[in-house]
């Protein structure tokens, strides 16, 4: 079952966008393949262990795997980072790995929502961002 929706799916995207427009220095891994993820994985990693962390996302993966089949060769190493997306660079196009990503980003909030709520996801999200808008964005009925 899918948890993400599409203003999930928006949110997501407003995510992405803000971490490509910051500079090279403000980001936590300008190299990185999975930016906004790396930046979540400390926080959430501290909530719920390294372990807790890596089921979730892998649980995401999953259920992004079943809306874009080729995710599906993505894997979750043992920190908690994502491998795999080097190899996918020459498989699809730039415009369908990033809407990869954005799915994969979706489902893991959607996740987040469901297991601690609304209100501690929109936080820690503040935490990660502070720059971020949340005022607009309404997880407590779905959205």
Do not use: C, Y
């Not at 891994?29 to 930046?39: G, Q, T």
């Not at 190899?87 to 909030?109: H, I, N, Y």
């Not at 297991?115 to 997880?139: C, H, Q, Y």
Request: net charge neutral; glycine share 10%.
């Amino acid at each position: 079952m899918s948890r993400a929706n599409q203003p999930l799916r928006r949110f997501a995207r407003r995510l992405f966008d803000l971490e490509t427009s910051l500079p090279a220095s403000a980001k936590t891994n300008p190299a990185a393949d999975f930016p906004v993820v790396e930046k979540l994985r400390l926080p959430l990693s501290g909530l719920m262990g390294n372990g807790g962390f890596q089921a979730l996302l892998s649980r995401a993966l999953a259920l992004a795997g079943t809306e874009v089949p080729w995710l599906r060769a993505v894997h979750v190493k043992a920190n908690g980072s994502l491998e795999g997306w080097a190899e996918l660079r020459s498989e699809v196009t730039a415009e369908e790995l990033f809407g990869g990503r954005v799915e994969l980003l979706a489902q893991l909030l959607g996740l987040l929502v469901a297991f601690i709520g609304a209100g501690l996801t929109l936080r820690l999200l503040g935490e990660v961002w502070p720059k971020l808008s949340l005022d607009d964005l309404d997880l407590s009925n779905g959205d």
